[in-house]
């Protein structure tokens, strides 16, 4: 089993509506013979919180794909023409199908900025009602990869991330 995070123990009342998945996911967990983590910190955490011993557990450490690279000009101007996105940005990405307390998205797309904030991901219809942000829906991997290279800057607004491999994407392809 693969552990990416541990919030929805951390923060139970955030989560109350997310169905049996977390409850699927912790029988897997206390079934499982081997335990995969990304990082040691998140390790540590969950021979805290889930009672596992040190030998269930694996560290082994994500990274970006081999497509996450900086993309040419042209590519960018490709996702740029697509998107209708101005010529700088700032960039976000992940799932918008539900509302995460914990990753603040709507107080983030309600700060005030100097530049546009486009967040890339899945959406649901709460996501539309986000103010002053551009939508791009799913996209491709070579998409992303030419959205990351071509922002200002990824933002990444969490309490709590259990890799944030969006942050090691952008900087794949050479975005801070």
């Known amino acids: 089993v ?3 995070d541990l ?3 951390k923060r139970r009342s955030e989560h109350l509506r997310t ?3 977390p409850l699927l996911r912790q029988l897997a967990v206390q079934r499982a013979v081997r335990v995969i983590v990304a990082t040691e910190s998140l390790a540590q955490e969950a021979l805290a919180r889930l009672g596992l011993e040190r030998e269930q557990l694996d560290v082994i450490h994500e990274a970006p794909a081999a497509g996450m690279y900086a993309r040419t000009a042209e590519e960018i101007a490709g996702v740029r023409a697509r998107f209708t996105l ?3 940005y700032l960039l976000w ?3 918008l199908q539900h509302p995460d307390p914990g990753k603040h998205v ?3 797309a309600a700060t005030p900025r100097e530049l546009p904030l486009v967040m890339v991901g899945p959406t649901s219809p709460w996501a539309r009602e986000l103010g002053d942000v551009i939508l ?3 996209v491709s991997d070579d998409q992303l990869a030419a959205l990351y290279t071509g922002a200002h800057a990824l933002v990444v607004a969490s309490d709590d991330e259990g890799f944030g491999l969006p942050a090691v994407e952008a900087l794949a ?3 801070p």
């Open 2 to 4: 693969t552990l990416h």
């Open 7 to 9: 919030a929805a123990r």
């Open 19 to 21: 169905g049996v998945r």
């Open 86 to 88: 101005p010529e700088r």
């Open 93 to 95: 990405v992940g799932g």
């Open 106 to 108: 709507a107080r983030l």
């Open 136 to 138: 791009t829906d799913y």
């Open 173 to 175: 392809c050479g975005t």
